[in-house]
């Protein structure tokens, strides 16, 4: 059975820096698209940014040149480094991928950017 779990988030100033990280268990196969999404209350979950199959790599345009995804895939790590957060950043993350038709999301990790 395929799990994720997220980790690294946290309280952070405007314009400092996280790390969050995303541990993937299970049968996920090592070029499966994974994903970082992220939710605020009220609003759609909306897409971060992406590793797609071999390591295309696709970012919301509002993280764009903030937020980097990478991926590990000796160790089954996915990592969303983010630096100059701002007070939009403001959300629960998630790490998801796919199994076949069925999505696999993880429990979620809350970033918050306050003064």
């Known amino acids: 059975q395929a799990r994720l779990e997220e980790a690294g988030g946290g309280l952070v100033q405007p314009g400092g820096s996280l790390r969050l990280s995303c541990a993937a268990s299970?049968?996920?196969?090592?070029?499966?698209?994974m994903a970082w999404y992220r939710q605020v209350p009220g609003k759609q979950r909306e897409l971060v940014a992406a590793?797609?199959?071999?390591?295309?790599?696709r970012y919301a345009d509002s993280v764009k040149g903030r937020f980097t995804i990478s991926r590990d895939r000796t160790k089954n790590m996915v990592y969303l480094q983010m630096n100059s957060l701002m007070q939009e950043d403001t959300a629960v993350y998630y790490c998801?991928?796919?199994?076949?038709?069925?999505?696999?999301w993880g429990q979620g990790t809350q970033v918050t950017v306050s003064s």
């Open positions: 998801k991928t796919n199994l076949g038709p069925n999505d696999i």
């Open positions: 590793i797609i199959g071999g390591g295309t790599l």
């Open positions: 299970g049968v996920i196969p090592r070029f499966s698209t």
